[in-house]
């Protein structure tokens, strides 16, 4: 479950890049926030918020945190086919 001060925290970060972009996260929202994320581990919340960070232009919604494209379990590194290099 995610800590919120975590939340808390890396919101502040998205505030920090995006104020100036219309981004707004008032109490009511980050309520909002929050409930749907709640279920998310905090070190995958982390790593959502630093790849919307790193490439998201505009204000986020809470879609783009959630299309993030993340790498929760590290199983790519086991299913990747290394037939070719053998």
């Known amino acids: 479950m995610l800590d ?6 890396f919101v502040n970060k998205l505030d ?3 104020k100036e972009k219309g981004f707004l996260m008032t109490t009511q ?5 929050y409930e749907y994320m709640k279920d998310m581990t905090d070190e995958e919340f982390k790593q959502r918020i630093d790849w919307v960070l790193k490439n998201v232009s505009f204000s986020p919604s809470m ?4 299309k ?3 790498n929760t379990n590290n199983t790519w590194i ?3 086919d ?3 290099l053998m």
Do not use: M, T
């Open 4 to 9: 919120v001060n975590v939340f808390k925290e």
């Open 16 to 18: 920090i890049e995006y």
């Open 29 to 33: 929202r980050a309520k909002q926030w």
């Open 63 to 66: 879609a783009d945190v959630f």
């Open 68 to 70: 993030a494209e993340i």
């Open 78 to 80: 086991k299913e990747a």
């Open 82 to 84: 290394l037939s070719d």
